[in-house]
C-alpha cells in the first residue's frame, strides 16, 4: 500500500471513529435533554454527514498552501523583536495568548461573513438548517470554513505562535480540535443552561440565538468566549430559548447546488444583516 493511500484510508478510519463517537455521545443527550423536539429530514441529515466529510478534509487540502506562504511572508512583516518576545513567554502564557489572539481572528470573520454580501452567501449555508442539532456544525461551505479559519490563523502566525519554524507550532492544530469539539456541543439541541458559567464560555443557548430567525442572528459571534460579543456590542441571552431557527436566505435544495450556487454572480446578494 502506497503512503498516500494508506494515509487516506486512515484519515477515513479516523473521521468513521468521531462519527460514530459524536452520534453515541450526542443523539441520547438530544433526545432525553433537547430543548425543542425536532425531526431533521432524512435529505438534511444525508447533506450534514456529506459536509462533515468535507469540513474534515477541506482544511487538510487547501489551508496548507496559504499558511505556508502566510508564515514566510511574517517574517517580512512582523518586526523580530515581537516575534521573539512573544517566543520568549512562559508556555502557559503563550497557550493563552493563542487562544485568546485565535478567538479574536475567528469572531472577525464570523462577524465579516454576516456583515459583507459577499461573504454572507456562502455563511448562509450554515444558517440554513431549521433544527438545530450537533451535525448542524458541519452543515458548512468550504469557502465560508477556509475563510473564517484564516481569520484565525492570520494573527497567529503574523504574532509567531504558529508556523513551520516555531517549537510547538501544533498548537493551532490543538487550538482547532478544541474548538470543532465545542462546535457540536453548542449547536446541539440540549436544554442545559451552565449559570455564571456562561459569562465565561459559549453555550448551547447562547449559540442557539445566532441561530435565530430574524432578529438575533447578527448576534453571539464567538465561538468560545462570550465576553468578545460584550466587547464588540453584539451580546445576546436572554432567559427563553428561540421559537424559530433558519434564514431567509434562499438554499438550493440538492447539495451540489448548495456548493456551486454561492459562486455564481449575484444580481442582488444579500447580506446577514438583511435577515
Not at 487547501?62 to 508556555?91: D, F, M, N
Not at 438545530?132 to 468550504?142: E, G, V
Not at 490543538?174 to 469539539?181: D, F, M
Not at 453584539?234 to 440538492?254: F, I, K, N, V
Amino acid at each position: 500500500m502506497s503512503a498516500s493511500l494508506h494515509e487516506f484510508v486512515l484519515t477515513v478510519l479516523r473521521l468513521s471513529a468521531w462519527l460514530v463517537l459524536l452520534t453515541a455521545v450526542f443523539v441520547p443527550l438530544e433526545r432525553w435533554c433537547g430543548a425543542h423536539r425536532t425531526q431533521v429530514s432524512r435529505r438534511e441529515l444525508l447533506h450534514n454527514v456529506a459536509y462533515y466529510v468535507i469540513s474534515s478534509l477541506v482544511p487538510i487540502l487547501v489551508l496548507s498552501v496559504p499558511v505556508a506562504l502566510l508564515a514566510a511572508a511574517a517574517r517580512h512583516v512582523v518586526p523580530g523583536a515581537l516575534v521573539a518576545a512573544v517566543q520568549e513567554l512562559p508556555a502557559a502564557a503563550r497557550v493563552a495568548l493563542a487562544f485568546v489572539v485565535g478567538e479574536i481572528g475567528v469572531y472577525w470573520g464570523h462577524r465579516l461573513s454576516h456583515e459583507l454580501p459577499w461573504l454572507w452567501r456562502f455563511h448562509a449555508l450554515h444558517h440554513s438548517t431549521e433544527h438545530m442539532h450537533f451535525l448542524a456544525n458541519t452543515r458548512t461551505h468550504p469557502v465560508d470554513m477556509v475563510v473564517t479559519r484564516l481569520f484565525g490563523l492570520v494573527p497567529l502566525n503574523l504574532l509567531g505562535l504558529a508556523g513551520p519554524s516555531v517549537a510547538g507550532s501544533g498548537l493551532p492544530v490543538a487550538l482547532t480540535l478544541v474548538g470543532l469539539a465545542w462546535g457540536y456541543f453548542i449547536h446541539a439541541n440540549v436544554r442545559w443552561r451552565l449559570g455564571p458559567l456562561e459569562w465565561l464560555v459559549t453555550t448551547p443557548a447562547f449559540h442557539h440565538w445566532h441561530h435565530s430567525r430574524h432578529d438575533h442572528i447578527n448576534r453571539n459571534y464567538a465561538s468560545t468566549l462570550p465576553i468578545l460579543d460584550r466587547l464588540f456590542g453584539s451580546h445576546y441571552l436572554p432567559g427563553h430559548w428561540p421559537a424559530e431557527y433558519g434564514t431567509d436566505t434562499p438554499q438550493p435544495a440538492t447539495l451540489a447546488g448548495q456548493l456551486l450556487d454561492p459562486l455564481a454572480p449575484a444580481p442582488n446578494p444579500a447580506s446577514g444583516r438583511s435577515q
